[in-house]
């Protein structure tokens, strides 16, 4: 009798780890569909590049998993499809100015364009220092093929004027690329423009409805811990784990600033540093609360922002519910990433007019209290990450926007300078950023010393 109660204990306890084994590799499965239909979609009508080709670099190193993952595209529906084995299936629709967004249950249908966002001409005037031609020679070519770069572009602007610039076979001047986390810069200017308008204030708690019980810890949450991340709440930011919070947050629900603002408080805000997607959308979510207008809140970054700086391009996509995923899915072609930089570079003034408040690019480049390694300011990176940085040695006032796969927007108010480099780099080790722009400074300082 007790052998049989133990084999069927054991019996249970097999099936139920064989169940939960199932039940992970099918949200496993979901998330790798929603991220093919999610960039596939993105890449071809947003980006307007060639299907096949996307095809092609969404299954390069460790994403050759997604060869596994049917996926087509509907010119005519403007959507593109993944599916698993028939079984599971996403679609992600074009959406005009909102760019790409998953389909959550009932579709979410198209939308007119926004306004003002015809192409303007491009204002960024080229003066060649033809002494950096060697330096993207090496940016562009690959020394290890078994690590590839996989550089896409590359801007330099120095004196408000273009120093150099390159592009990889298939990409243009013309052609947006994705910032990833870059984006969360853009959304730290977009705060700055709301902050000297006085209707966001970086000492208060943010207006976040789910947060606004008496007895609820999260409700003193300010906005500067949020952007300085420090906000203590509990959030997974493993982007090689395809069921951590942050992949789950942006291609397994249809709000991500709903679901970040969710998770549990860790530890006390403001007393330790954790790097964190969910608290930039839990940002776009305050911001949607203080316009409290949907279609003043759609236009917002473009007229606030992008239409300001020339940056016809830019697009910062939604999520389902219609909130800018201002964590990860912006748009912008390489010139206009450095007419981003330049903005801070210039202090927030641009063309002679103050976009950002005074003080307000002194305060993003500040050290976060909560960082001991002093390596992050207010939603821009103080230091390049190690995985993409070797021995050299940056100017001191050196900042950056970093994005995953390789982007960056490195500004040096000291050097006027802005470097933009864009890629597909899948092993952060194979581009090392700080040598690159140390090569940089270099070359232009040797043009300018006659040597």
């Known amino acids: 009798m007790i052998r049989r109660r133990v084999r069927l204990a054991a019996g249970v306890i097999a099936l139920i780890a064989v169940a939960a084994a199932g039940v992970y590799v099918a949200r496993v499965a979901s998330i790798l569909a929603a991220y093919k239909a999610k960039m596939l979609c993105s890449e071809v009508f947003l980006a307007h590049r060639d299907p096949a080709a996307v095809r092609t670099e969404l299954e390069v190193d460790d994403l050759a998993p997604l060869r596994y993952i049917s996926a087509s595209v509907d010119a005519p529906s403007r959507t593109a499809r993944a599916s698993v084995a028939g079984l599971i299936r996403h679609e992600a629709a074009y959406r005009d100015e909102r760019g790409c967004v998953l389909r959550f249950g009932a579709p979410t249908g198209a939308s007119a364009p926004l306004p003002g966002n015809e192409h303007q001409p491009d204002a960024l005037i080229s003066e060649p220092i033809h002494a950096l031609d060697r330096v993207l020679d090496r940016a562009f070519g690959e020394p290890n093929p078994d690590r590839p770069r996989r550089t896409r572009a590359v801007v330099v602007v120095r004196h408000g004027r273009i120093a150099a610039e390159r592009y990889a076979p298939g990409f243009t001047a013309e052609t947006p690329l994705i910032g990833w986390s870059m984006t969360k810069t853009a959304m730290n200017a977009l705060v700055g423009i709301l902050v000297g308008e006085g209707r966001l204030a970086l000492d208060r708690p943010v207006p976040i409805p789910e947060w606004q019980a008496a007895d609820d810890p999260r409700r003193q949450i300010t906005l500067d811990q949020l952007l300085r991340m420090s906000s203590g709440l509990r959030f997974d930011e493993s982007a090689w784990n395809?069921?951590?919070?942050?992949?789950?947050?942006?291609?397994?629900?249809?709000?991500?600033?709903?679901?970040?603002?969710?998770?549990?408080?860790?530890?006390?805000?403001?007393?330790?540093?954790?790097?964190?997607?969910?608290?930039?959308?839990?940002?776009?979510?305050?911001?949607?609360?203080?316009?409290?207008?949907?279609?003043?809140?759609?236009?917002?970054?473009?007229?606030?922002?992008?239409?300001?700086?020339?940056?016809?391009?830019?697009?910062?996509?939604?999520?389902?519910?219609?909130?800018?995923?201002?964590?990860?899915?912006?748009?912008?072609?390489?010139?206009?990433?450095?007419?981003?930089?330049?903005?801070?570079?210039?202090?927030?003034?641009?063309?002679?007019?103050?976009?950002?408040?005074?003080?307000?690019?002194?305060?993003?480049?500040?050290?976060?209290?909560?960082?001991?390694e002093k390596r992050y300011g207010a939603h821009v990176w103080l230091k390049v990450a190690a995985e993409y940085s070797g021995d050299a040695v940056l100017p001191a006032d050196a900042f950056h926007a970093i994005g995953h796969a390789g982007q960056f927007v490195t500004m040096i108010p000291s050097a006027d300078l802005v470097v933009v480099r864009l890629g597909l780099t899948r092993y952060p080790d194979a581009w090392d950023h700080t040598a690159f722009v140390r090569d940089i400074i270099m070359a232009i300082r040797g043009t300018e010393h006659g040597t």
Request: proline fraction near 6%; charged fraction near 20%.
């Open 242 to 372: 395809p069921v951590s919070d942050v992949t789950v947050m942006l291609l397994g629900r249809p709000d991500a600033g709903v679901y970040a603002a969710s998770k549990r408080l860790g530890t006390v805000p403001g007393t330790h540093w954790q790097y964190s997607s969910g608290t930039t959308n839990i940002i776009s979510r305050a911001i949607r609360t203080v316009i409290n207008d949907d279609a003043r809140y759609v236009e917002f970054p473009r007229r606030a922002l992008f239409d300001r700086l020339q940056m016809s391009s830019a697009v910062i996509e939604t999520d389902a519910s219609g909130a800018f995923i201002g964590s990860s899915f912006g748009y912008a072609t390489a010139r206009d990433w450095a007419r981003l930089g330049l903005l801070y570079v210039n202090d927030g003034v641009w063309g002679g007019q103050r976009i950002l408040p005074e003080g307000w690019v002194a305060y993003t480049r500040s050290p976060a209290p909560a960082d001991p």
